[in-house]
Nanobody, 131 residues
Framework: QLQLVESGGGLVQPGGSLRLSCAAS????????IGWFRQAPGKEREGVSC????????YYADSVKGRFTISRDNAKNTVYLQMNSLKPEDTAVYYC????????????????????????WGQGTQVTVSS
């Protein structure tokens, strides 16, 4: 059974850092795209960052470019999201999601910005940026 478990959220002051982890079980990361999404109260879920396991391609939303870094550890079957220079507007519940990705039917970027393309989700972890 495919399962994703996020961890690492919390309360941090503006300018601070957090590292989120997404541990996968029941499948290996091979042939999957792993995405990080976030949802703030009253807002739609939005794609934050994404990585493939085949060639390590990455995607970042404009709002987080230069501040967030996605990475994976295939040996641990885990994907990370390092978040630096956090801002109050980064406050949201962060979810990781997984879906098989080949690039045959949809581009990587289109995949990463479309939550409904992902079939497996974690339970989410709260990130609050506040002084």
């Amino acid at each position: 059974q495919l399962q994703l478990v996020e961890s690492g959220g919390g309360l941090v002051q503006p300018g601070g850092s957090l590292r989120l982890s997404c541990a996968a079980s029941g499948f290996t990361l091979d042939s999957y795209a792993i995405g990080w999404f976030r949802q703030a109260p009253g807002k739609e879920r939005e794609g934050v960052s994404c990585i493939t396991s085949s060639d390590g391609s990455t995607y970042y939303a404009d709002s987080v470019k230069g501040r967030f870094t996605i990475s994976r550890d295939n040996a641990k079957n885990t994907v990370y999201l390092q978040m630096n220079s956090l801002k109050p507007e980064d406050t949201a519940v962060y979810y990781c999601a997984a879906e098989r990705f080949s690039g045959m039917f949809i581009t990587f970027q289109a995949m990463c910005v479309t939550p409904r393309r992902f079939g497996s989700w974690g339970q989410g972890t709260q990130v609050t940026v506040s002084s």
